[in-house]
């Protein structure tokens, strides 16, 4: 089972590194794309799969990230490097801000609570002309000759991804991520067998909100701005919608959701306007079709129960 796992991570390895060669830019563009919305999703999902904690508000991360790196990099003129690391540890920090607020509600009090916090920090962003550039963005962030080309962006994002992906993956199979799980399935027996429910619910806020800053960074480079759009509940929204998608139950399962939903939105929108229409279907199909993701359906069968996302697949 480990060899077979190794041998699958070494092919899928391999295949991203191919995909640069003699792959048409605008399919080179889609790939990065999808890679850094995946990153995002998975950030998200040690939220939602492993802590069971419904966040309304990612956005604010993802886009305290694009926000950090492309005003540190345009008007700060700070080195590449500082400026990119940079936007995980700010993110990181307003997560910690946010966090000690949001995690002492529970269920619909604490997603409404992340809600109001990143309408904050959108609001921040689309009027802060001065700043930001308001609601027209912040457009032309300078990037590193050495990433200017499209397909050495991709490889960039590609090494990011997988170190980032590496790292969440031993977390979430080491005793902290079978913590998560317990207090996911029942805080007050977690709390009476002797763990700070509350810590590590704030640790995984913190975590996930970093990792969401790294993925807004990673965007910012690739769309050579920052925008209000960036951290709207729309684009929470878009995070949730792809990380149900995909399976929260299993660990790839929120970056399939984020590749399925932005090639179909890709292919859609070259045909037809009616992209929300479209997406409402794809609601309707999630939700009668494939209620555990596309990834339980497959594994596991439509019948069989949900699996807890620590579970080994």
Not at 74 to 88: E, Q, T
Not at 182 to 206: K, P, S, T
Not at 232 to 247: I, P, R
Not at 255 to 278: C, M, Q, R
Request: net charge positive.
């Amino acid at each position: 089972m480990v060899l077979a796992r190794r041998t699958a991570v070494a092919m899928a390895a391999m295949a991203l590194l191919a995909v640069p060669l003699g792959l048409p830019k605008f399919y080179l563009l889609l790939a990065t794309e999808i890679l850094i919305m995946g990153l995002f999703a998975m950030a998200f999902n040690l939220l939602l799969g492993y802590a069971g904690m419904v966040s309304f508000g990612h956005a604010a991360f993802y886009g305290v990230g694009a926000y950090t790196c492309g005003l540190l990099l345009k008007k700060a003129d700070v080195p590449f490097a500082m400026s990119f690391l940079a936007a995980p540890v700010v993110a990181a920090a307003v997560a910690l801000l946010f966090g000690l607020l949001c995690i002492r509600l529970t269920r619909i009090y604490f997603s409404m609570l992340t809600l109001a916090f990143s309408q904050i920090v959108w609001a921040i962003a689309f009027k802060w002309y001065s700043l930001t550039g308001g609601d027209n963005g912040l457009i032309g962030i300078p990037v590193p000759s050495a990433l200017a080309d499209p397909r050495a962006l991709y490889l960039f994002t590609v090494a990011i991804v997988v170190l980032v992906g590496g790292l969440l993956w031993r977390l979430v199979n080491a005793p902290f991520g079978r913590t998560l799980l317990a207090v996911r399935e029942n805080a007050e027996r977690a709390e009476f067998v002797g763990i700070h429910v509350r810590r590590v619910q704030l640790a995984a806020f913190v975590i996930s909100g970093a990792v969401s800053g790294l993925a807004g960074a990673l965007f910012s480079l690739f769309s050579r701005g920052a925008f209000p759009d960036y951290a709207y509940w729309t684009k929470s929204a878009e995070v949730l919608l792809m990380t149900l998608l995909g399976g929260p139950y299993v660990f790839l399962g929120p970056a399939l959701g984020a590749a399925i939903l932005i090639v179909l939105n890709s292919v859609v929108t070259s045909f037809t306007e009616y992209w929300p229409v479209v997406l409402g279907a794809v609601l309707l199909v999630l939700i009668y079709v494939f209620p555990g993701g596309v990834t339980r359906f497959f594994l596991v069968g439509p019948t069989a129960p949900a699996r807890a996302p620590g579970e080994p697949r």
